[in-house]
């Protein structure tokens, strides 16, 4: 066993040594799966599978961030998941919102929560929020940078940590048609008429008011579990992304895991639309 375990790090070595940093993809959106289908294949409950996957996620930031990530997404729960079983829904809530916890303790990333939070539970949003505000620099705390995407991008622009996207009650479509609402809203806030916004709407437009505004498109989206679809994830923003999709369930993913979709991603001729 201890032979087994040298050999596995000689080779983990190996393989983070030869990624070229040049070829780190900027954003990495990360799709959390298979937390329930691991604890089930263990004997265990599924609050112990999303326990474990909540444990993982510090782990998963580590490994990106010593790399040279400078963006990374975690999708932790869909809009869909709000209308799981709330003998699961609950307990999974919590451990999400203990996990959000500790990452801002951890003072290491500028957290942003992206997705619909208004159809959280109350108390769950404001301890989101609070967390998201301690992640960040005392002086975007006071200039009001825990308020809305806009102001989280503003602040982050003088942060050179890593920027860590939480996706809590997230869909695609739901981002894009929160996008197209809050444009609406601002323009008929200008004097614009429908006629007027209608002519003049654009793609950078939809674009400026996405949960994700102000921040590259990912490069790189990964799914662990070996479900190969993207269930609209970043819908509008991975529209050039490469995807990798990963057999291991995620409370198992290892950073070898990581380092093989950093090198698969490497080997890659994007073509960005060309």
């Known amino acids: 066993m201890a032979g087994d375990n040298l050999l596995y790090d000689i080779y983990e070595r190996r393989l983070a040594a030869r990624i070229d940093p040049a070829t780190v993809p900027h954003h990495v959106g990360v799709i959390l799966d298979g937390n329930r289908r691991w604890a089930k294949s263990m004997g265990f409950g599924a609050a112990q599978g ?21 963006v990374v997404t975690l999708w932790l729960l869909s809009t869909d998941n709000l209308s799981r079983d709330p003998a699961e829904l609950s307990p999974l809530l919590d451990i999400i919102a203990h996990a959000v916890d500790e990452l801002a303790e951890t003072g290491r990333w500028s957290l942003r929560l992206v997705g619909a939070v208004d159809l959280l539970p109350e108390p769950l949003a404001e301890r989101l929020r609070a967390a998201v505000v301690r992640s960040r620099p005392a002086s975007a705390e006071a200039s009001g940078a825990g308020g809305s995407a806009g102001e989280a991008a503003n602040a982050a622009a003088g942060d050179r940590r890593m920027q860590v996207n939480i996706a809590v009650g997230y869909g695609g479509r739901q981002e894009i048609a929160d996008a197209v609402r809050e444009l609406l809203r601002e323009r008929a806030a200008a004097g614009a008429s429908l006629e007027e916004v209608a002519a003049l709407l654009s793609e950078e437009d939809i674009t400026e008011h996405l949960y994700t505004k102000g921040q590259p498109d990912p490069d790189l989206v990964i799914r662990t579990s070996g479900e190969q679809r993207l269930s609209g994830f970043l819908l509008w923003q991975s529209v050039h992304s490469e995807y990798y999709f990963c057999e291991v369930n995620w409370p198992a993913f290892r950073r070898v895991d990581f380092l093989r979709a950093l090198r698969d991603f490497a080997s890659r001729e994007r073509r960005l639309g060309r």
């Open 50 to 70: 999303h326990k474990r996957g909540a444990d993982k996620i510090e782990e998963f930031l580590g490994w990106a961030e010593q790399m040279g990530v400078q």
